[in-house]
């Protein structure tokens, strides 16, 4: 990737790309090609569409200041709570809510389908997704407390 192929620009709260043999520029979003399992990893710049312009082995090889608007933009988008205590589960008409503390704050969370809204990473480690598109975290089960652990099992 050549780094001097295109520049990253914050304008109006948006990120635009500019080609540096064109003085059009591009509004775009800058998101990760794998959110679950390769944040970190490879990342893709796409158009308003969602047609996908660059893709890029990691913010690494962009210069610095597009590294830091690409940083900024990811973070962004991708903020995800991480539940530290959950302090009641339970079962209604099949769906599942929880009340839980993160580590941004007392949440409480609704989940529709299970199966299709848990992701597990490892035995341990698992992503649970709302039914309003949100997306927490539990790095460890086995880190969770007793009675956290107890108020899953009442769900999951």
Not at 58 to 82: D, F, N
Not at 97 to 119: A, F, Q
Request: include cysteine; aromatic fraction near 6%; charged fraction near 35%.
């Amino acid at each position: 990737m050549n780094k001097n192929r295109f520049k990253l620009q914050r304008k109006l709260g948006k990120v635009f790309i500019k080609y540096t043999d064109s003085e059009k520029e591009i509004a775009v979003k800058i998101v990760w090609s794998r959110p679950v399992s390769g944040r970190g990893q490879e990342l893709s710049i796409l158009d308003e569409k969602g047609k996908e312009l660059e893709m890029l082995s990691g913010v690494s090889v962009l210069e610095e200041q597009c590294a830091v608007i690409a940083t900024e933009e990811l973070e962004k988008r991708y903020l995800i709570p991480i539940i530290t205590h959950v302090r009641k589960a339970r079962t209604c008409s099949g769906n599942r809510y929880m009340e839980v503390e993160t580590d941004r704050g007392p949440k409480t969370i609704l989940i529709k389908d299970p199966n299709s809204n848990v992701i597990w990473f490892t035995n341990d480690r698992l992503m649970i997704r709302d039914t309003l598109g949100n997306r927490y975290e539990i790095v460890s089960l086995m880190k969770l407390s007793d009675s956290s652990q107890k108020e899953i099992d009442k769900i999951i």
